[in-house]
């Protein structure tokens, strides 16, 4: 049985197809037609819901996602709330209201999903410092995001509502407490490794699957079907951080959301990298996992981990390997991982406080987009002012990311002066062959790295020259 | 940080409706999900879900089609053919050249081959993609043209849909030396895809009628007409609904009617209700764009920056057929003066045939790409006498003795075209600002500033004159609650909500009392497109005037009934004071009806003045200008292109408000549509003119973040002097050229690079990378100018 909460409505369902989206059964089974479509890419948001969760302190936590590219059954034993559950009578919920009261509705199309991203936001313990932050999953045609920045800005300035879904939680708790594990045909949501393995052996032909924002693709986009999936979230190992001698172990499938909140105290030169990892819907979602899975060559998450010296833990139920990120990303899309592994943690050691890190991240649009080039930079001097430790990867010009180092050599043993640099400039046309192709021409991507390599440059010499962040 | 002035000197009296910041007609709605699209009604018994096969060529043939083994799958209900369309093949909008579904010549990569039926969307598509890709089979004979250049070399046969056009005398090499200076300059200019957040949908019913259509169309009589021709029957067989659009934007004006006509050849081949919705990315494949152009100007300036004559060309890339782009690229010569007298001017625009999707309307209609460059020009000339780009616009604004456009209409607004930069100047600390961006300039070598302060000037009305005219039905029922319907169609713009105060106010009523319903063709006939900016304009005059009607003949009742004058007759939020006595406005609709008072009106509003020989390229061609301005402060970082819109400034001139909050909605909305469209939003076709960009994964348009650090809106306070509806101005599409500003504050700041030496060469969109080569070229010409 799969069993679910919409809205105040637990159901039980026992037969969907394993690739069969929240937003289409919420649309075609459920007539909850609040919830549009508008990309089913996980772009828009007009397909926003909040997903609602036990965290391990046994609260509950509220978190927008794109129900577009969710499979339904990765929800099992989770509370979904959709724009049609926040009034109450005539009542509009206060979230609602302030959209009203600021126009920030026009056509509408794109409303119910900044409502619902406006509700997770009035659900948060800590009001975040820039409330806007909680809409970048939305795109809005219509109004040039002044009013909706205010709507958020009200929310936030007054989220304590006690309203009727929190009266509710205990309710919901009771509920969640009660679920039975997921019991599917098509669908695997294994607690153990062992089981794990066993499936895994049984049907070879499944998918893995993290959060499923790059998955579901296969599906809303390519016309794909996907018959079988086993769901690697609910495995204790993939799901925790955890302190190691020298380090850390991060699950592979722990969401990106707490990822980040994790790096940025740990590691915080990786801050703005993920802040602009996708939306903030997306990060709900997304996993390291999943992001190493299918070894895209413009992923952000490969070069982060090549700088930072992470390595890739591989299990396959018996055994654990260990790989560092650029021998395990054999090709375009090629990795070591054999049938019947998964990707179970990733490992990173503490950074060196001697270490200058920065990873730097060029896209079309600052917000919610792939990269055309990311270049990270990881260096130390001795005492001698001497270059003793150098790691450079970037992504996006080449078939996979890469670890540059013929870059890393020339610095290697020398000064870091204005003349290496220009000499390390020079270099980087022989040893980067990009591609043109839809985000940029690969000059602009050759120039961005040679000029990455500047900027990296006079960050060491504490010449600031980035632009202020995105309003 | 956002601040808004809304406060007008003609303060509005509370008791009125119209000049309320009155929330959108549907907000409440919206908020709740309950506002109904297309996809979200119940669906029909039995409906059907409808595909396209689309071509994977963009030129050439389909050679084989063979699409009858989908016959052979059993979710197949149906495929639908070039050869089962009973009436009209091609649904060209005004010049034929688009055809239904393809009957063998591909014209255009995803060009709809045919149409497959299933009993779920999703199943469709799956199909539909497949029969595409393995099914189908293709001839490709030569390489599509995609660019203007190629479009324009000698060899090509067709380089237009349509013949080209000139304004002016021609102007010759020998008049412009006549200048102290000649200057030259060109620019490409990308499209821009719609991106409204609901993608095309249409839901045909078959009736015992006809068929009755449900769709998201900004043009209901012409998707009424093209599906009668395509089924060859008479138009009043077919009834189009159209409750709402999930924004349009032009995308919708003429690009929605072939999914109408599809799904109602698809119900009329099989008795059943269909439903066709495109997914995103097909959406984004198959409709028509912006269109982008490649412009070049060649002016005769005095040393002090004047314009003494000009030669401009604008070329627009059309795409394979001319579905609007007659008047689209007409509309970009009208605008190619924007504020500015071109003295002696020649503007030539062609309309270049390219093998892509056919470009259509989109906000502005033609008009930012003919102001783009103008305003190219006028950094150009700044650049070239060492002067600050707004003193050179101040100079060659129009003016008393030079205030005739190269079209041969008055502007007759000029001063205030002049007190509203003035006013924008002061409100945005323009000079003061100009040095401190200077100061940093000089001190900064990596990140650089831009300051750019331009005006707009847009006029108003359809430049096909018989589109100027508007229907309005009001139906008062005995309770004293009054139905309305109009021509115009609601796309999240608010022209409901703003017909829906007039009516109200025109009949003292409270704005409740008066419902809209969707826009109809059994309710109001032959109703012109809600584009070019008119639909309040229009239809809120032809509403005025029917509910006028309706008062009349309530006047002349109470009158006789009650005993009373005229002028001791007052309307008034619902009340209605005769005499010394006061009844309820639902009492006084009972007491006419029962005295066998029609209760009934249409209204019908035609716009005065307009007129415009195209022969000989003269005459009035507007109502009147919507004038606004705009100053946008940006920096750029010169490693990487990217690039930070720092604060803008607006003020806007929509005449008297009819809704100061809808008004600053649409002011608001357009400048960042139109800064996504000159920065981050670029479609990219591959050399077999395969669309790239066909997904927001990488086509960008803003996102939250990209709202301006500092936005600062006013509106300009002053009445519309033409007897437009309450004085007010339109306000659509307008604002979308302020946008303009936020590029050449890019331009002006690639250009403080080489101290203001070098013109730059900054083609739109500005992306990153454009951006950087920009920086490039001016960094080596330092390089140069130091050995
Ligand atoms: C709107 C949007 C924006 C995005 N923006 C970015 C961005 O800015 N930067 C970026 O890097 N990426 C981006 N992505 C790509 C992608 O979503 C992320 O990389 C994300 O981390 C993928 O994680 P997931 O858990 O959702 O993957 P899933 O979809 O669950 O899986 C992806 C692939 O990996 C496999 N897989 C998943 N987990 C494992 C595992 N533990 N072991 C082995 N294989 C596994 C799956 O079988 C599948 O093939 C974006 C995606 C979307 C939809
Ligand atoms: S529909 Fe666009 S993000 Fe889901
Ligand atoms: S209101 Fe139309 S997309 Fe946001």
Redesign the pocket.
């Known amino acids: 049985m799969l069993q679910l909460m919409i809205n105040d409505q637990a159901i039980a369902l026992s037969q969907q197809a394993a690739d069969t989206m929240l937003l289409n059964f919420l649309r075609e089974q459920r007539s909850l037609v609040g919830t549009k479509e508008g990309c089913a890419s996980g772009d828009c948001g007009a397909c926003t819901v909040v997903m609602v969760s036990k965290t391990a302190q046994g609260k509950l936590s509220y978190q927008q996602i794109n129900s577009c590219i969710t499979p339904l059954h990765s929800l099992h034993g989770k509370q979904i709330i959709t724009v049609e559950y926040l009034k109450q009578g005539q009542q509009l919920h206060p979230v609602q209201q302030a959209v009203v009261d600021k126009h920030g ?7 119910p999903g900044f409502v619902m991203s406006l509700y997770a936001l009035s659900r948060q313990e800590q009001q975040p410092e820039h409330p806007e932050d909680y809409l970048a999953g939305n795109l ?4 040039g995001y002044g009013p909706l920045i205010e709507a958020a800005q009200q929310v936030a300035a007054a989220p304590a509502t006690n309203d009727h879904i929190q009266q509710n939680e205990d309710t919901v708790k009771h509920w969640m407490g009660k679920c039975e594990p997921l019991n599917s045909v098509n669908y695997w949501q294994p607690s153990n490794r062992q089981e794990l393995a066993e499936i895994r052996q049984q049907h070879p032909d499944a998918k893995w699957i993290g959060g499923g924002t790059d998955l579901a693709l296969e599906v809303t986009q390519l016309h794909q079907r996907i018959p079988k999936i086993i769901d690697l979230t609910a495995l204790p190992e993939l799901s925790k951080i955890e302190r190691l001698d020298g380090g850390w172990r991060i699950g592979a499938a722990v969401p990106l959301s707490d990822v980040h909140a994790f790096m940025q105290q740990h590691y915080p030169t990786t801050d703005e990298i993920f802040a602009r990892l996708g939306s903030i819907t997306i990060r709900h979602r997304a996993t390291l996992g999943g992001s190493l899975g299918n070894a895209s060559p413009i992923g952000d998450i490969a070069p982060l981990l090549i700088s930072l010296n992470g390595k890739i833990e591989l299990d396959d139920g018996y055994s654990t390997e260990l790989y560092a990120p650029e021998d395990y990303i054999t090709g375009y899309r090629e990795t070591r991982l054999k049938p019947e592994q998964w990707i179970s943690a990733i490992h990173l050691p503490d950074l060196d406080p001697d270490i200058q890190h920065q990873i730097y991240k060029v896209s079309k649009r600052y917000e919610d987009d792939i990269a055309t080039v990311v270049l990270a930079v990881a260096l130390k001097y001795d005492s001698n002012k001497l270059v003793s430790h150098c790691v450079i990867s970037a992504g996006g010009v080449a078939a996979k990311s890469v670890r540059l180092t013929e870059l890393e050599n020339c610095l290697l043993g020398e000064t870091f002066t204005p003349k290496k640099l220009k000499q390390l400039q020079a270099l980087v046309p022989q040893f980067i062959k990009p591609i043109d192709d839809v985000r940029a021409s690969a000059a602009y991507r050759v120039m961005l790295v040679q000029n990455l390599l500047k900027r990296f440059y006079l960050y060491c010499h504490q010449l600031p020259t980035r632009l202020a962040a995105h309003a | 940080m956002r601040k808004l002035t809304t406060q007008q000197l003609h303060q509005v009296d509370v008791s009125e409706i119209v000049g309320q910041s009155v929330p959108h007609e549907s907000a409440a709605k919206q908020v709740a999900g309950e506002a109904v699209f297309v996809d979200d009604q119940n669906l029909p018994a039995g409906c059907l879900h409808a595909a396209v096969v689309t071509s994977q060529i963009a030129k050439g043939c389909v050679s084989e089609q063979q699409l009858d083994a989908l016959h052979d799958n059993p979710d197949v209900v149906a495929v639908i053919r070039y050869d089962d369309i009973p009436g009209h093949q091609d649904i060209g909008p005004i010049f034929p050249g688009d055809p239904l579904l393809s009957e063998q010549e591909i014209r255009y990569h995803q060009q709809p081959i045919a149409l497959v039926l299933c009993h779920s969307h999703q199943r469709a598509w799956q199909v539909a993609a497949q029969a595409s890709q393995d099914v189908v089979q293709y001839q490709s004979q030569v390489e599509p043209i995609l660019n203007a250049a190629q479009a324009k070399q000698a060899s090509n046969p067709t380089p237009f849909v349509r013949p080209a056009h000139r304004m002016g005398k021609a102007v010759s090499q020998d008049t412009l030396k006549q200048s102290e200076l000649v200057l030259s300059g060109e620019q490409h200019i990308g499209g821009q895809e719609h991106f409204y ?1 609901e993608g095309q949908v249409s839901l045909a019913m078959p009736s015992e009628d006809g068929i009755l259509l449900y769709t998201s169309s900004q043009h209901p009589s012409e998707v009424q007409k093209l599906i009668a021709e395509v089924l060859n029957i008479a138009f009043h067989r077919v009834t189009v609904d159209m409750r709402r659009m ?2 349009g934007f032009g995308g919708k004006e003429t690009q929605a009617a072939q999914w109408a006509c599809l799904a109602s050849l698809a119900a009329w081949q099989t008795g059943k209700p269909v439903k066709i919705r495109l997914p995103r990315s097909v959406d984004m494949a198959v409709t028509g764009k912006r269109h982008p152009f490649y412009n070049r100007y060649q002016l005769g300036v005095s040393r002090d920056g004047v314009i003494e004559s000009a030669k401009l060309e604008v070329n627009g890339l059309c795409g394979h057929s001319p579905d609007l782009s007659d008047a689209i690229v007409d509309r970009a010569m009208f605008h190619s003066d924007n504020a500015y007298s071109l003295s002696q001017a020649e503007v030539v625009g062609n309309r270049l045939k390219t093998d892509t999707v056919s470009h259509t309307a989109f906000r502005g209609f033609g008009g930012p790409q003919g102001m783009m460059l103008i305003e190219q020009a006028m950094q150009d000339i700044a650049i070239a006498t060492g002067q600050d780009p707004l003193d050179v616009r101040y100079k060659n604004l129009y003016h008393a003795g030079n205030a005739t456009t190269h079209y041969g209409m008055p502007v007759e607004q000029h001063q205030d075209m002049c007190n509203l930069l003035k006013q924008l100047e002061q409100n945005a600390d323009y000079r003061k600002r100009r040095q401190q961006i200077n100061q940093w300039n000089h001190s900064n070598p990596t990140i650089k500033k831009g300051l750019a302060l331009s005006p707009v000037k847009f006029g108003i009305s359809f430049t096909a004159k018989h589109l100027n005219q508007a229907g309005a039905l009001i139906n008062v029922y005995t309770d004293g609650s009054v139905q309305l319907n109009h021509g115009g169609t609601e796309m ?1 713009q608010g022209l409901h909500t703003k017909v829906q105060q007039i009516v109200a106010q025109t009949l003292g009523i409270p704005f409740d009392y008066v419902l809209i319903k969707s826009t109809r063709t059994d309710k109001v006939p032959n109703t012109s497109p809600t584009a070019a900016s008119s639909g309040s304009d229009l239809n809120g005059m032809a509403a005025h005037l029917a509910a006028a009607d309706i008062k009349q003949r309530l006047l002349d009742f109470a009158q006789s009934h009650y005993q009373v004058s005229e002028e001791q007759i007052q309307f008034e939020n619902g009340q209605v004071t005769l005499g010394e006595n006061t009844i309820s406005w639902g009492e006084l609709v009972q007491q006419a009806y029962m005295h066998r008072v029609p209760l009934s009106a249409t209204g019908f509003y035609k716009t005065p003045k307009i007129w415009y020989n195209r022969e000989q390229a003269e005459g009035r061609p507007f109502y009147y200008f919507s004038l606004g301005a705009a100053c946008s402060e940006v920096s750029i970082d010169t490693l990487t292109g990217e690039m930070s819109l720092d604060r803008v400034d607006i003020l806007h001139d929509v005449g008297a408000s009819l809704n100061p909050a809808i008004d600053i909605g649409q002011i608001e909305g357009a400048f960042i549509q139109g800064v996504g469209w000159l920065t981050t939003e670029e479609l990219v076709w591959n050399e077999q003119g395969r669309l790239l960009s066909q997904s927001p994964a990488n086509y960008k348009i803003p996102t939250i973040g990209d709202y301006p650090k500092q936005m600062n809106i006013s509106l300009f306070d002053q009445m519309n002097p033409e007897h437009s509806i309450y004085r007010s101005k339109a306000v659509g599409e307008p604002p979308f050229m302020l946008a303009i500003s936020a590029w050449c504050a890019i331009y002006d700041a690639v250009a403080s690079i080489s101290q203001h030496q070098l013109a730059p060469q900054l083609d739109a969109p500005a992306t990153g990378e454009r951006i950087l080569m920009a920086c490039q070229r001016q960094f080596d010409f330092l390089e140069a100018q130091d050995a």
């Open positions: 509705s026009q056509c509408g199309f794109c409303t809005c045609r219509c109004t | 957040l999930g924004g999240g």
